[in-house]
């Protein structure tokens, strides 16, 4: 077992309140329960050797190792080929069908020999906590039980199971055709033991989840070029919701990082109003209504929380509950994947000034507004003072989309969102015939238009650029033609565009900026970012640059990995770094499809 397999080599499971990250190799190095921001229980791929794993797997040393999702499924099968057969390792996590939170979850892993016979050993060795909490483990005819303060694990299986110190350790044989399997399960203290598995009852199991995916992704509007990624995508997307709240978190890990080495390692656990708003009209445009209505709510419930208090509108980010707690803190005592310290959880970004979001905020309300609350009175109240508030405060300084940690700046973004709010915001008031300070909303928009063209261009660079006191381009400026600004095919928008083809775009992928020429307050470099990539697809294909835009999209979908996921950012030798996976690379993919797919069908008269 590698000490720190790559970060590409691993699928997800999950089950709408937490997830599970499970290697090629059949480790399950990553595993917090019972909510995605939850302590770890598995955290190998932080600290090989305090973090805990679950490895199942064939003994033999020279097992050639596939991954593969199930057809249109959350279930991850890990195949083993070794010169005495052919087995398979099935992971899945049956998922919430209830939205209330729970603090039982179970991982289910079904093992099976399909050709000739494999021997499977298992080592279970969790580490509570973080790897902080010390466990006293319970072995029975019933299976194992992990005992740690405030919560308890259950290890049960179809086959022996011996103890190991206080972790555990068994192996089988299997035969063509035999299966067996073992089952996790987390539980607050003192809770009841699930029942001993049978293996037809793994086998339902299996096939009820998998059902459930199946019959989930049939709602899919999709009928574009790239079926397999798109729903790769929204899969993962959903796998990446928290079911009770409806709230969408960044990625299911925390620490991995942007530079091996690097100290550029973050908990995204947590649910960014930006990341969510966006994720609203992908969800949208491929007919998943629901999960878009769910974020919704759930964003009107954070503006309602702050009427009236003489704070920020809105926070950058929250737990998945609400909570605008996330004090940060670091994990000395783990080394860090490959040695990338520090271990941070927490997040404290969340304390930033980032005055996009309320753009994003308005942007996902105004296309969602025909499904939520927001047509209510009392909902449109709340927006009308939200827009209100923003007339007298959206002309400051901020940190700016990318959080960083080198000062305030007057951000083209931030700018550039304001207008949206603005904008969707008067819309909205038009549409639903709804009392508002028009005039004000709409005076605040046309000033934020001026100041953008007057101070946000660059005449050195021909280009729109990151902030008012440099020249620096900044890719998240390529959601400028998708949200209205500026048309796809204006002079000053070719020319940015043309500015970051030389500045940003590396055989297609984008550099967000440059660090060395806008310093961000952080030591190191960072890969390219999948989300630009797939916004300068996106800008590329709204330009009518379509060879271009194509083929920059067929070249990206060789960064992902063996089954489809993207984590934050793709490194120099074309390795996946940072967080994984990303909500925000998957929903980005899915809307640069979209763009590509109806200006493609444009071009050819569909």
């Known amino acids: 077992m590698d000490r720190y397999p790559p970060i590409a080599e691993h699928g997800l499971v999950g089950d709408l309140q937490t997830a599970a990250l499970v290697s090629s190799q059949g480790v399950v190095d990553w595993f917090a329960a019972p909510r995605f921001d939850s302590p770890s229980i598995f955290a190998a791929l932080l600290d090989h050797d305090g973090g805990g794993y679950m490895r199942l797997a064939p003994a033999h040393p020279d097992a050639t190792c596939k991954q593969l999702y199930y057809p249109d499924t959350a279930v991850l099968v890990t195949r083993f080929m070794s010169p005495d057969g052919v087995g398979e390792v099935v992971d899945f996590m049956p998922p919430d069908r209830t939205r209330t939170a729970t603090d039982r979850h179970s991982l289910l892993r079904v093992v099976r020999a399909v050709r000739g016979t494999v021997d499977f050993t298992l080592e279970c060795r969790p580490r509570f906590d973080y790897g902080r909490a010390e466990h006293e483990l319970e072995l029975g005819d019933s299976g194992a039980v992990f005992r740690a303060p405030g919560i308890d694990a259950h290890l049960q299986s179809t086959f022996p199971l011996e103890r190991d110190g206080q972790d555990v350790?068994?192996?089988?044989?299997?035969?063509?055709?035999?299966?067996?399997?073992?089952?996790?399960?987390?539980?607050?203290?003192?809770?009841?033991?699930?029942?001993?598995?049978?293996?037809?009852?793994?086998?339902?199991?299996?096939?009820?989840?998998?059902?459930?995916?199946?019959?989930?992704?049939?709602?899919?509007?999709?009928?574009?070029?790239?079926?397999?990624?798109?729903?790769?995508?929204?899969?993962?997307?959903?796998?990446?919701?928290?079911?009770?709240?409806?709230?969408?978190?960044?990625?299911?890990?925390?620490?991995?990082?942007?530079?091996?080495?690097?100290?550029?390692?973050?908990?995204?656990?947590f649910t960014w109003v930006r990341d969510g708003a966006l994720s609203v009209r992908a969800m949208l445009d491929l007919g998943f209504v629901e999960e878009a209505t769910a974020f919704v709510h759930w964003l009107m419930d954070r503006l309602r929380e702050r009427e009236g208090k003489e704070e920020e509108a809105l926070q950058t980010m929250y737990r998945i509950d609400g909570d605008p707690d996330l004090p940060e803190e670091t994990l000395d005592h783990f080394e860090g994947y490959r040695g990338s310290s520090p271990v941070r959880i927490g997040n404290g970004a969340a304390d930033q000034l980032q005055l996009d979001i309320y753009g994003e905020a308005l942007y996902a309300v105004s296309h969602g507004r025909e499904i939520a609350q927001q047509a209510s009175f009392g909902g449109w109240q709340t927006l009308a003072r939200t827009l209100d508030w923003l007339a007298d405060h959206w002309d400051r300084p901020d940190e700016g989309i990318w959080e960083t940690r080198g000062g305030r700046k007057d951000f083209t973004y931030s700018r550039l969102m304001s207008w949206v709010a603005f904008d969707h915001g008067l819309r909205l008031a038009d549409h639903f015939r709804r009392p508002a300070d028009v005039e004000r909303w709409r005076t605040a928009r046309d000033a934020v238009f001026d100041q953008v063209m007057e101070r946000g261009w660059s005449e050195k660079e021909r280009a729109f650029v990151q902030h008012y006191d440099g020249d620096v381009l900044d890719a998240s400026l390529l959601l400028m033609p998708a949200v209205g600004f500026t048309a796809p095919w204006a002079t000053s928008w070719l020319s940015t565009l043309d500015a970051m083809d030389r500045k940003l775009v590396s055989d297609s992928l984008v550099y967000r900026y440059d660090p060395a020429a806008s310093p961000d307050g952080l030591r190191g470099s960072e890969g390219t970012f999948s989300l630009c990539t797939f916004l300068y697809v996106d800008a590329l294909a709204r330009a009518g640059r379509l060879p271009q835009a194509r083929y920059a999209f067929e070249k990206m979908q060789t960064y992902a990995n063996h089954v489809g996921l993207f984590a934050e950012e793709v490194g120099p030798s074309g390795e996946q770094l940072g967080n994984f996976p990303q909500a925000f690379t998957h929903l980005s993919l899915i809307m640069a499809a979209i763009t590509l797919d109806e200006a493609l069908d444009a071009e050819h008269g569909r």
């Open 169 to 269: 350790r068994g192996k089988v044989t299997l035969r063509t055709g035999e299966s067996g399997g073992v089952v996790f399960t987390v539980c607050a203290s003192g809770g009841l033991a699930p029942a001993s598995p049978t293996v037809e009852g793994l086998t339902g199991q299996l096939e009820e989840v998998s059902r459930f995916w199946q019959h989930w992704l049939r709602r899919s509007r999709y009928r574009g070029r790239w079926p397999e990624l798109v729903h790769r995508s929204v899969i993962t997307l959903k796998l990446l919701t928290y079911a009770p709240t409806g709230a969408l978190v960044a990625a299911a890990t925390m620490g991995l990082p942007e530079q091996v080495g690097g100290e550029r390692n973050w908990d995204y656990r």
